[in-house]
């Protein structure tokens, strides 16, 4: 199967975005770096990358004749394994690619789709993401010879003179709703737990993948949440109980954001998310030291917004301080644009040094504070 998932052996890979419309070059090549990042999360090793620059991707290969006639070229002289592009390919595009380079292609989604396949670790996640697998492979059998009838055992699957494609679409077809239902149950599930918490006010971390939004966890909650400087280290939500001087609440830990996220992986994780909608307040973690920090912020509230409409109070948490490369002391960097980031309360830390978290703690518990107040207007032991 030409675009399966990636093994545990490192690959040699190569990088290919196309430059759209009046898009800086500059940005792409951020573009181009994150996707290596993919890359080398997935396991493989991005080696060389391509560009070029059109109104809109080729319809049937991408990228132009030309430009894929070159990378089919570099492709043969150093003996790369795949070669990775840096958005979703239609099924036709997949197939002409494929036909043309000979060698395995993978998308923007199906790389994701990979790396959460590695992550997931509790039956929920490994759920949603075969889920997401399962969308994401139905529309693309036509170039699939996937035998998924041995599965379930070929006898009284195949109707008169019924195609391997079609019975495989029909398997795909029961497969998902199955998981659909296991998920309905898993929701069901959450949602119980959710109750049994009690009033207290929930507050959730959500940002970009890969800023720090787990050692932040650990390190307020004083848990051992995974962490790691790998895109998607986290998939699986994260509650804990915490108590800043006299005030209790539930802090969660979400999965992480990227831009372009494959749509069905969105729609299966939306339960998921359930712990950011219920949310009293968001803590939205950037990291400063990316140079593109602003379009991370972006994409999260536009993913946010599909999840959930309604406006919640916010707070916005600049971390890994210590990574910048000049040196810039906390009062100049309250002084700069960044600390009116959306008009709301920002605070700059860093969760590795453990810079700034007093003062860090002590917005949340304020902010806390008075969202307590409006619950329990009557109860003043705490002001």
Same mark, same amino acid.
């Given at each position: 199967m030409a675009h399966a998932t990636i093994d545990e052996i490192e690959e040699r890979c190569i990088l290919?975005?196309?430059?759209?419309?009046n898009v800086d070059s500059r940005l792409t090549h951020e573009y181009l770096d994150e996707l290596a990042f993919l890359a080398e999360t997935a396991g493989a090793k991005a080696v060389f990358s391509f560009t070029q620059?059109?109104?809109?991707?080729n319809p049937r290969t991408y990228v132009g004749e030309g430009k894929l006639a070159e990378i089919k070229a570099y492709a043969d002289l150093h003996e790369i394994d795949a070669v990775i592009f840096d958005d979703e390919l239609s099924p036709s595009q997949l197939r002409n690619i494929e036909r043309e380079l000979n060698r395995k292609i993978i998308d923007r989604s199906i790389l994701i789709l990979d790396i959460f396949a590695k992550r997931a670790r509790t039956f929920q996640a490994k759920t949603q &993401?075969?889920? #997401?697998?399962?969308?994401y492979m139905l529309p693309r059998l036509t170039r699939m010879w996937t035998h998924l009838e041995?599965?379930?055992?070929?006898?009284?699957?195949?109707?008169?003179?019924?195609?391997?494609?079609e019975t495989d679409r029909r398997i795909i077809q029961q497969r998902i709703a199955l998981m659909k239902e296991r998920l309905k149950e898993i929701d069901q599930q959450m949602i119980t737990q959710r109750g049994?918490?009690?009033?207290? &006010?929930?507050? #959730?971390?959500?940002?970009?993948t890969n800023v720090g939004k787990s050692t932040i966890m650990n390190l307020i909650s004083k848990s051992e949440v995974f962490a790691e400087n790998k895109l998607f280290a986290t998939l699986d939500t994260t509650v804990r109980k915490v108590v800043i001087e006299n005030l209790p609440f539930l802090l969660t830990d979400t999965v992480g954001f990227i831009r372009k996220l494959p749509q069905p992986l969105l729609e299966s994780f939306k339960s998921t998310l359930d712990e950011v909608r219920e949310a009293d307040l968001l803590v939205h973690v950037l990291d400063l030291s990316h140079p593109n920090f602003e379009e991370h912020f972006n994409t999260v509230n536009t993913t946010l917004q599909e999840i959930d409409k309604i406006e919640k109070p916010t707070v916005i948490v600049f971390n890994k301080i210590d990574a910048l490369t000049e040196e810039v002391s906390l009062d100049e960097l309250k002084r700069t644009w960044m600390a009116k980031l959306g008009g709301r309360p920002c605070i700059f830390i860093s969760a590795v040094q453990k810079s700034n978290i007093e003062e860090f703690r002590e917005i949340i518990y304020q902010e806390v504070k008075e969202i307590f107040k409006v619950r329990y207007p009557y109860n003043n032991f705490l002001y």
């Open positions: 290919v975005a196309v430059i759209q419309g620059k059109l109104q809109y991707p &993401v075969e889920l #997401a697998q399962l969308q041995r599965q379930k055992g070929g006898i009284g699957m195949r109707g008169p003179g019924e195609s391997q494609i049994n918490r009690g009033q207290l &006010v929930r507050v #959730a971390l959500v940002g970009y």
